[in-house]
């Protein structure tokens, strides 16, 4: 099992950049493919971002794909996301997760994922 803890989140302006971290427990954490995820006010939790067990392959939704780059240590047990030229639709709480699945590609779909945190707020102003 693993636990999973963002951090990085605030208020930032349109156009801003912002960074979020995920900080795992265990030492398992490279064995895990990493996603992130976000739901806004009103609306599902839909996919962002997710990279493979070495970080040798990523993906993006298409709303995000050229502005945000995820990213991840697996001597510091951290997965990154970070986010440039931010718009106000990104509003929303970011969570991370963990995938347990022994695939070399991430996947895309919420069920997939097995373990996720508490979420961090990100909001971005107009």
């Known amino acids: 099992q693993v636990q999973l803890v963002e951090s990085g989140g605030g208020l930032v302006q349109a156009g801003g950049s912002l960074r979020v971290s995920c900080a795992a427990s265990?030492?398992?954490?490279?064995?895990?493919?990493m996603g992130w995820f976000r739901q806004a006010p009103g609306k599902e939790r839909e996919f962002v971002s997710a990279?493979?067990?070495?970080?040798?392959?990523?993906a993006y939704a298409d709303s995000v794909k050229g502005r945000f780059t995820i990213s991840r240590d697996n001597a510091k047990n951290t997965v990154y996301l970070q986010m440039n030229s931010l718009k106000p639709e990104d509003t929303a709480v970011y969570y991370c997760?963990?995938?347990?699945?022994?695939?070399?590609?991430?996947?895309?779909?919420?069920?997939?994922?097995?373990?996720w945190g508490q979420g961090t707020q990100v909001t971005v102003s107009s």
């Open positions: 990279i493979s067990r070495s970080g040798g392959n990523t």
């Open positions: 997760a963990a995938d347990r699945a022994p695939i070399p590609i991430p996947r895309l779909g919420r069920s997939e994922y097995d373990y």
């Open positions: 265990g030492r398992t954490f490279s064995s895990y493919i």
